[in-house]
């Protein structure tokens, strides 16, 4: 299981998703050019000391990002509020890489076009959208608890 993070707009929700990803034990795919200078400061203020345990990928563009994982496999769940179908009713798989759009623009056409499925989260009629770490994390525990991949508990 991955995250990929289209063009990120802001450093903190970066540095959180990546935080999550070091603590769930999954990869994180950065699809360049991100609004922000990606660089160890930045992204220490909301990933702490966190970060050194995230496989962390950068990709410089939409079409490198699209080779690797089409040599690697594995499907590209794109969250989307233009999407059809509930992230609950999603059967994930372990090879699923979950990928978060741009907070201020989403993802464009092509993108969502290419993705294997696009999945939404159902919010109260009138709300746009929710914060894309908090997305990225209520998704990614559904894909995790579905495939039985959470880390093993120290208890």
């Known amino acids: 299981m991955r995250l990929a993070l289209y063009q990120p707009d802001i450093p903190q929700n970066t540095g959180t998703l990546l935080r999550l990803a070091a603590c769930m034990g999954v990869g ?5 050019p991100c ?7 930045r992204m220490r203020r909301a990933g702490m000391d966190y ?18 994982k089409r040599q690697k496999g594995g499907r590209i ?3 989307s509020t233009k999407a059809a179908h509930l992230y609950t009713e999603f059967a994930y798989q372990e090879d699923d890489t979950l990928l978060l759009g741009r907070e201020s623009q989403g993802v464009p056409e092509e993108v969502h076009d290419t993705a ?5 989260i159902p919010m109260s009629e009138g ?18 608890r579905q495939t039985d ?7």
């Open 28 to 32: 994180v795919d950065i699809i360049e």
């Open 51 to 68: 970060l050194d345990q995230v496989d962390l990928v950068r990709h410089p563009s939409w079409t490198t990002f699209l080779d690797d």
């Open 77 to 79: 769940i794109l969250l």
């Open 35 to 41: 609004g922000f200078i990606l660089d160890d400061k």
């Open 127 to 144: 709300m746009r959208s929710i914060n894309v770490a908090i997305s990225g994390a209520m998704v990614l525990g559904e894909a995790l």
């Open 149 to 155: 991949c959470f880390p093993a508990s120290p208890l």
């Open 116 to 120: 294997d499925e696009r999945l939404i």
